[in-house]
């Protein structure tokens, strides 16, 4: 057996750094909390080769004086926690007193500092952990780290490391979160030179957003406010028909640190309900504030994991807030409102005992409520049709139209009884078939009259300048327009009269990180999401003329009764089952 030995300093402080320290990102990380900790009013970080080269965080806070510069840079060194006590009673984002030691061990870190008070600033250069000498500098009130050549002495984090682009997206998002945390700091982001994001630190986070994600996705944004006892909740949610496809763009801060909690999302969620499609996700920034004796963030050293005391009660008021938040702007019309109740008789109280919204899928909702009426898809499942190559699978009976309901749902007529046609899952049938039946040839592309400049956020359009190419061959044709901006000259024809920024945002936003998507992949997958998007929406009156050609073209459709997603497009009530409803014959 070896002899047991403590281990050096250098060697204990860079095992502890691969906790905090895991990549460029954390490092932004840290740093950021620092200045925000400092009581900063301006923040600039400046960033080189996503961050291997160098990261460089200038704040205008508090500073370090001379003679603590020193100490800063040691393990354990910290001014915001003295007893065990303290740490039930957290009001700084750091307290651990491990970051500035943690990111000096595995890079070349300069920190130089000036208090307001001091006539003179201190710089401290650490190398690989080992403190090359601390000296006397000119430079102004605040604090400039900068963090060279980060992993240069442990190859082995180096190979961890994901390509650019996906690093600079973490820091991006980062970033863009911390900014719309905290407003009044005016953060300016540089990479490689290039502002890719600034804001004004005027308070405003609608501004923020916009600064973000673009002027439309920010003026939709709905802000949520809600107290209960010590708890308060404020921020932003979208409202139900502004989604993603994943729930990267749902953000939580508690007490002003960030944290990445599944089941607050969850529980966000859950505010939602059955108002987001399937697979959907909204798009949130949250902020809670709460007794910090209620949540220990020391669960692991990145501080982003918390454990509340009373979860349930955290969830639950999560939830609640949002829920109020969505009902306050858009209370759910309740199916009696829709046209039929006027000038019908009242159907059987179960056939819709529920409120339901117009704008998400009825046909989902009416399975569950509508004892004995199978959507039409399941009784497909159930007798599997013979599918001959080129004969239609689907086939629909020749429908007669008799008109619309609830600016949502179309109701015809056939040989067999009633059809209730969803119109947006119906259009998006017809343009994804209308998309694969050009599949092969050139996609068409529709020039737009007048070229539409669309913002996206900086992560998104790095993702964007690598897909440029890719997206010219399914009919968009975008180029670059100045940081995060693009012009939009073309889209695919069969969108023609869709909003074209609503198509590029659709187009990119899905791009997952690390991905690189085969071109025909990439085209199906593209043409199911921006089919749903430039469907018609529920909601959208349609003259009788459009009525009739959208009933024909899903007619003509291969797979008429299902949408892209497989959500029904119709819901059959059978002559059958109406007489049965009515008490004509049968159970009743
Ligand atoms: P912690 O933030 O957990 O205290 P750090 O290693 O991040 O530990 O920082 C050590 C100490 O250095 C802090 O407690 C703080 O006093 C000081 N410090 C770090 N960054 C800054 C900054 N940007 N401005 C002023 N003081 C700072
Ligand atoms: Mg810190």
Redesign the pocket.
């Known amino acids: 057996m070896p002899k047991i030995e403590i281990l050096t300093e250098a060697v204990a402080s860079q095992i502890a750094a691969g906790e905090v320290v895991e990549r460029p990102a954390s490092v932004v990380k840290?740093?950021l909390?620092?200045?925000i900790?400092?009581g900063?009013t301006q923040i600039t970080i400046r960033i080189e080769q996503a961050g291997r080269r160098l990261i460089e965080?200038s704040?205008d806070?508090?500073?370090?004086s001379p003679e603590?510069i020193q100490v800063?840079?040691s393990r354990h060194?910290?001014?915001?926690?003295r007893t065990t006590e303290d740490l039930f009673h957290i009001a700084?984002?750091?307290?651990?007193?491990?970051?500035?030691?943690?990111i000096g061990s595995v890079s070349r870190m300069k920190?130089t500092?000036r208090q307001p008070e001091e006539a003179a600033s201190a710089r401290v250069v650490v190398e690989g952990g080992a403190v090359r000498g601390v000296e006397f500098t000119g430079a102004p009130v605040?604090?400039v780290?900068s963090v060279e050549d980060l992993f240069y002495n442990v190859p082995a984090r180096l190979k961890f490391l994901k390509r650019d682009l996906t690093e600079r997206q973490q820091i991006d998002t980062l970033v863009t979160r911390y900014a719309l945390a905290y407003p009044h700091i005016r953060f300016k982001l540089f990479h490689d030179g290039e502002a890719t994001l600034q804001t004004s630190g005027n308070g405003d986070r609608r501004e923020i957003f916009a600064a973000i994600y673009g002027v439309d996705v920010a003026r939709q944004m709905l802000e949520i406010s809600f107290t209960d006892e010590n708890f308060m909740l404020e921020g932003f949610t979208s409202p139900v028909g502004l989604t993603r496809s994943n729930r990267k763009e749902i953000t939580f801060f508690i007490n002003g640190r960030w944290v990445q909690d599944t089941s607050l999302s969850a529980a966000l969620l859950k505010g939602y309900h059955t108002l987001l499609m399937v697979g959907r996700y909204p798009l949130a920034v949250i902020f809670i504030r709460m007794d910090p004796a209620d949540v220990d963030v020391n669960v692991h050293p990145a501080k982003t994991e918390v454990r509340f005391r009373q979860q349930d009660e955290v969830f639950g008021r999560v939830q609640r807030a949002i829920r109020r938040g969505l009902l306050a702007y858009s209370p759910p019309p309740q199916l009696t409102n829709l046209g039929w109740q006027s000038q019908l008789p009242p159907l059987p109280p179960q056939f819709f005992s529920r409120q339901i919204d117009p704008a998400w899928d009825m046909a989902v909702e009416a399975q569950e409520s509508m004892a004995g009426v199978e959507p039409v898809v399941e009784g497909e499942a159930q007798k599997p049709q013979p599918r001959l190559d080129g004969f239609p699978a689907g086939d629909l009976p020749l429908l007669r139209l008799v008109g619309q309901v609830g600016s949502a749902y179309l109701v015809a007529e056939g040989p067999d009884g009633l059809y209730l046609i969803d119109q947006h899952a119906a259009h998006e049938r017809v343009l994804f078939e209308k998309w694969q039946r050009q599949r092969g040839q050139p996609v068409p592309a529709q020039a737009l009259l007048t070229p539409q400049v669309v913002q996206l956020p900086p992560q998104s359009s790095r993702m964007m300048n690598e897909q440029l190419q890719a997206l010219e061959k399914v009919g968009f044709q975008i180029e670059p327009f100045g940081p995060n901006l693009f012009r939009v000259l073309a889209i695919p024809a069969i969108f023609s009269g869709a909003d074209p920024a609503a198509v590029v945002m659709v187009a990119v936003e899905d791009f997952e990180e690390d991905e690189t998507p085969l071109q025909t992949e990439l085209e199906a997958r593209l043409a199911a999401r921006i089919c749903k998007r430039a469907a018609v929406k529920a909601g959208s009156v349609l003259s009788t003329e459009e009525q009739k050609t959208l009933l024909q073209e899903l007619e003509a459709c291969k797979s008429p009764r299902t949408c892209p997603h497989g959500r029904p497009t119709m819901i059959h009530l059978s002559i059958d089952l109406l007489e049965k409803q009515f008490g004509r014959r049968g159970s009743r």
Not at 61 to 64: A, E, K, T, Y
Not at 92 to 102: D, H, K, P, Q
Request: proline share 0%; glycine share 14%; net charge negative.
């Open positions: 840290e740093l909390e620092n200045a900790d400092a900063a965080l704040d806070g508090v500073g370090i603590q800063a840079v060194a910290t001014s915001k926690l700084t984002l750091g307290f651990r007193g491990e970051a500035l030691s943690s920190i500092s605040g604090t780290v």
